[in-house]
C-alpha cells in the first residue's frame, strides 16, 4: 500500500471543481476512486505523462501524481474536470 499524499494545489483544484459540479456526488467519488486506486496501486493505474509525472482519469476528474517507490508514498500535484 501507498500514502497518497495531495498537495495543497491539488486539494484546491479539487474544490474548485466540487464547487462549480452539478453532481458533487460524482466528483466525491472520482477522487475517493483516485485516493483509492493510487493507494493500492499507483502505477498500474496510471497513464506517463513524462519524466516522473503520471494521469489518472475518473469521470469527471483527472488528476497528475508523482510516485517515490522507495517510501511508497504517491503525491498528487494537480487535479482538474475532464472536458
Do not use: K, Q
Request: net charge negative; with cysteine.
Amino acid at each position: 500500500m501507498f500514502t497518497v499524499d495531495w498537495r495543497p494545489n491539488a486539494l484546491a483544484g479539487l474544490a474548485a471543481v466540487w464547487t462549480t459540479a452539478n453532481d458533487r456526488a460524482a466528483v466525491n467519488a472520482a477522487a475517493d476512486a483516485i485516493d483509492r486506486l493510487l493507494a493500492a496501486n499507483p502505477l498500474a493505474h496510471g497513464i506517463p505523462v513524462c519524466e516522473g509525472l503520471y494521469a489518472i482519469e475518473v469521470p469527471p476528474l483527472r488528476a497528475l501524481f508523482e510516485v517515490d517507490a522507495a517510501a511508497n508514498v504517491v503525491t498528487v500535484v494537480s487535479i482538474n474536470r475532464l472536458p
